[in-house]
């Protein structure tokens, strides 16, 4: 079970930490990532974190220099940390735990499991 918090309204070039505890088996071999969505548009790749590995970790152009994702074991959670945030970020934020292949971390239909999605908001 996944648990997403941590989103809201802030302004352009404003941070957010955005966290998702995870419940659950060992998530050892499992990818951690981040999707958002935007209305009316797909689901989109954020970031993603191997569980094993925390140095392993892939970014979208978008959120590469702005964001960073990180996790902590003791805590069985992820956090995507965002900073400089543009209107554009706003989106239905989603974390999500998966065993994609090395070349197939951004796709969405590699995760097996969901959270319910956090909201943020960026004004201009």
């Known amino acids: 079970q996944l648990q997403a918090s941590g989103g809201g309204l802030v302004q352009t070039g404003g941070s957010l930490r955005l966290s998702c505890a995870a419940s659950?088996?060992?998530?050892?071999?499992?990818?951690m990532g981040w999707f958002r969505q935007a209305p009316g548009q797909e689901r989109e790749f954020v970031a993603a974190?191997?569980?094993?590995?925390?140095?392993?970790?892939h970014y979208s152009g978008s959120a590469e220099g702005r964001f960073t994702i990180a996790r902590d074991r003791a805590k069985n959670t992820v956090y995507l940390q965002m900073n400089g945030l543009k209107p554009e970020d706003t989106a239905i934020y989603y974390c999500?735990?998966?065993?994609?292949?090395?070349?197939?971390?951004?796709?969405?239909?590699?995760?097996?499991?969901w959270g319910q999605g956090t909201q943020v908001t960026v004004s201009s």
């Open positions: 999500a735990r998966g065993r994609p292949v090395a070349s197939a971390w951004r796709t969405s239909t590699m995760y097996a499991y």
């Open positions: 659950g088996r060992t998530f050892s071999g499992y990818v």
């Open positions: 974190i191997s569980w094993s590995d925390s140095t392993v970790t």
